[in-house]
């Protein structure tokens, strides 16, 4: 037996081989608070649902039927026949309806490791053949990605990820952290390409030493660790409380005036709305109390609070994945505003704490170790989760920040890295949808949905089946992450699979520029390493890193603050943000040009058009579909169906709505809606609001045919509508469902 550290989007662990295969996992011994998650890994990387060959759909393969994807079975064929036939189904698509007819899916967490990171492989692959339809942002982001840049300027991403404050920021600063929709160190369990050190639990305790107020206002208790404040608060509602805070600081003379003055724009043209001069309707505590469930008191005393002392708010990534997600992002930069903090340290308003592990740590970037994308011909991007839409209305014309355009006529889709049939919305419409393209080809290490709605799959390896490096920008620890175990069955790396392809489509230099995986693990290694010296960071060879297997990096950044918006509020003449007065935009003039009812050019409040206001006799429940704690997204899935007890996934209920329903912990039910049902299993608990239920995303998606998801998966239930005309994210915690007994 031997014993190899290894690194994963969900943290360092180490790793037991023994003839061939992974018997045991243990935590990585520096790590605080190591994930739990890695547990499984044994069973899933060896599981029966492993794809063993490469395989063609039989209703495909003899007359290019597209009616049984997802019920077909499957014909194993040789990886030079599976290849051959690839090559000419794409050559033949590029050929006869261009490339803009080439949809390249491949959204998904594959791999920790720089080169072996699918999306990038399958996008430098796609672009070398001519290119293909992109998307833009994440069903986690996309919507604030659309927004924000408009308000506070710049990539959304780079704010997020390089300019908020740091916990060590907070912890000396933050007097009062109110809490939008929670901060939650299950969902800080992973981070894209690693997070080694899990502190957010941590960083709490320190804030409780300290006497910090920590404010969760989320419809459960559990979205922000043990000991924080709970302000139950109605789904859908968060601008609705934000606008009455704001209400609050302008009626009580708290607003600071001076700092919207210097730093702002528009806020005369925002007021009216607010005090009610425009629509008849003041946004007062007595306004948004009936909307959001928190009375009039508590939203006048938390107000005050905020003025009162050093409040920091943030914003978790769920409120954006809902209708009209773009309101409570821009609102709670306005609120920020009006308190006059942005810009001091622990202050302002932060976004995405808790979402991933590595937002909240504060390290210098480094650059390199990137595997080149190259340029993409075509220039046609969708907004990731209109990819339903796409397919069902080709080249119907539709809004986007501030484009209309059409949709583009999708015959072929390349997926690698990823499960769409976890991360969109109404998986049964979106099955129906996937019925349309020509052919649909799939890398995977596993038979998920997606792979079996595909017509064409080759089997990936997984990352411990291959070699590479680990790190990312929000960690400071580097991995050399070893080839633990051979491919298991027939599986090829997609480095392998795509060069395979591009050399009968006659591309293969451009694609390998003559290199080995191992080789371009080298290259970029050293590029990556001679960046790092000019940072003034020494990085040691390969066969030292390798020997070592892992290292930490002298990245740690000091000081009190690294907002790019503290020198922006020193002096906002010499430091102008990247929005088009160079100021917060409470009224972006753009936005109004754009002439969305949907989303005007200023924050308003607009009700979803199904949540608790809308709720009817036949879907009374409010639905949030939060992050499993038991795994990434859908990843290792397969193996946690196996455990006792853990499927269907279990449904967090009031125990008043059980009692309705004569439901007990334990009982098997349905959720149900018109778009469809899925089984669970009850959990009763005071912690969630009533009237509301939670169903965690990530179980998969079941065969077609089943009347009932029989695992769990709420995307059968959620509404494939976007957040609005600018932003056009997901609108997954926009939905009405209702909860039965199930008896069989």
Not at 6 to 16: I, K, L, M, R
Not at 101 to 115: E, K, L, T, V
Not at 548 to 574: K, Q, V
Request: proline share 7%; with cysteine.
């Amino acid at each position: 037996m031997r014993t190899q550290v290894t690194s994963s989007h969900w943290g360092a662990f180490e790793v037991d081989v023994e003839d061939g295969r992974i018997i045991a996992t243990r935590p990585f011994a520096e790590d605080p608070h190591p994930s739990a998650i890695p547990a499984i890994l044994p069973e899933a990387v060896h599981h029966r649902s492993r794809i063993a060959r490469p395989s063609v759909r039989r209703g495909w393969l003899k007359s290019r039927d597209r009616g049984g994807r997802g019920s077909d079975d499957f014909v194993d064929l040789p990886w030079d026949e599976a290849l051959d036939i690839a090559a000419d189904e794409l050559d033949r698509v590029r050929k006869t309806h261009g490339n803009e007819a080439i949809f390249g899916g491949s959204y998904g967490w594959g791999s920790a490791g720089r080169f072996h990171h699918a999306q990038s492989q399958a996008h430098r692959f796609l672009n070398k053949i001519g290119g293909y339809v992109a998307s833009f942002g994440s069903y986690s982001t996309g919507c604030a990605q659309a927004i924000m840049p408009h308000v506070l300027g710049g990539p959304f991403l780079k704010f997020l990820y390089e300019h908020q404050d740091g916990w060590e920021t907070i912890c000396e600063h933050t007097e009062t952290l109110v809490m939008f929709g929670g901060i939650n160190p299950k969902n800080a369990q992973v981070s894209m390409g690693g997070v080694t050190r899990h502190e957010t639990a941590h960083w709490f305790d320190r804030f409780a030493e300290k006497g910090m107020r920590c404010i969760n206002v989320s419809p459960q208790r559990t979205d922000a660790p043990e000991g924080c404040e709970w302000i139950p608060v109605t789904p859908g509602s968060d601008t609705a409380l934000m606008l009455a805070l704001a209400y609050v600081l302008e009626t009580d003379g708290l607003t600071d005036r001076s700092f919207l003055d210097r730093c702002t724009v528009g806020f005369d043209r925002f007021r009216p709305y607010l005090m009610g001069q425009s629509d008849g309707a003041p946004k007062s505590p007595e306004w948004a109390a009936p909307l959001c469930g928190v009375d009039a008191q508590t939203i006048r005393a938390l107000a005050h609070r905020m003025a009162s002392t050093r409040t920091l708010i943030t914003v978790a990534w769920s409120l954006q994945r809902a209708e009209h997600g773009e309101q409570p992002y821009w609102m709670s930069a306005v609120l920020a505003a009006m308190l006059g903090q942005v810009g001091l340290p622990g202050a302002g308003v932060g976004y995405g704490y808790g979402a991933i592990g590595g937002v909240g740590k504060s390290f210098k970037g480094l650059r390199g170790m990137t595997f080149s994308q190259g340029e993409n011909p075509v220039q046609t991007v969708i907004p990731v989760a209109r990819i339903g839409d796409m397919l069902r209305n080709p080249r119907q014309p539709y809004d986007f920040n501030g484009r209309r355009e059409p949709y583009p006529d999708i015959k072929l889709i390349y997926w690698a890295g990823g499960n769409p049939f976890h991360h969109h919305q109404d998986l049964n419409a979106l099955h129906d949808a996937w019925t349309r393209p020509q052919t649909i080809i799939v890398h995977d290490p596993w038979w998920t949905a997606t792979a079996k709605r595909a017509d064409i799959v080759f089997p990936a390896t997984t990352p411990y089946e291959r070699a590479d490096i680990g790190r990312a920008n929000l960690d400071d620890y580097m991995f050399h992450m070893p080839q633990l175990i051979p491919p298991v069955g027939e599986a090829r790396d997609d480095y392998e699979i795509f060069a395979a392809l591009a050399e009968r489509l006659g591309h293969g230099e451009e694609f390998t520029e003559g290199r080995s995986s191992a080789e371009w693990i080298e290259l970029l290694y050293e590029e990556f390493r001679g960046l790092a010296r000019e940072e003034g960071v020494d990085v040691p060879d390969l066969d030292t890193l390798r020997e070592r297997n892992w290292m930490r990096l002298p990245i740690a950044a000091r000081g009190p603050n690294r907002t790019l918006l503290a020198p922006f509020r020193e002096d906002p003449e010499a430091h102008p943000l990247q929005t088009p007065s160079g100021r917060i935009e409470i009224f972006s003039e753009t936005i109004e040009g754009f002439g969305y009812a949907d989303c005007p050019g200023h924050p308003v409040f607009l009700p979803p058009g199904e949540w608790r206001g809308t709720a009817t006799g036949a879907a009374p429940l409010h639905l949030v579909s939060p992050q499993p704690g038991d795994k990434l997204h859908s990843q290792l899935e397969s193996a946690l169906a196996d455990v006792a007890g853990a499927r269907p996934e279990s449904v967090i209920i009031h125990p008043a709505d059980a009692a309705a329903r004569a439901i007990t912990t334990g009982d098997l039910v349905q959720v149900f809606n018109a778009r469809g049902a899925c089984r669970a299993r009850a959990v009763l608990s005071e912690d969630i609001l009533q009237g509301v239920v939670a169903l965690p995303t990530g179980a998969w998606f079941g065969d077609p045919g089943d009347n009932i998801d029989p695992h769990g998966n709420p995307n059968v239930l959620t509404r494939d509508v976007g957040t609005s005309r600018l932003g056009q994210g997901c609108s997954a915690h926009s939905a009405l469902v209702d909860v039965a007994p199930l008896n069989d």
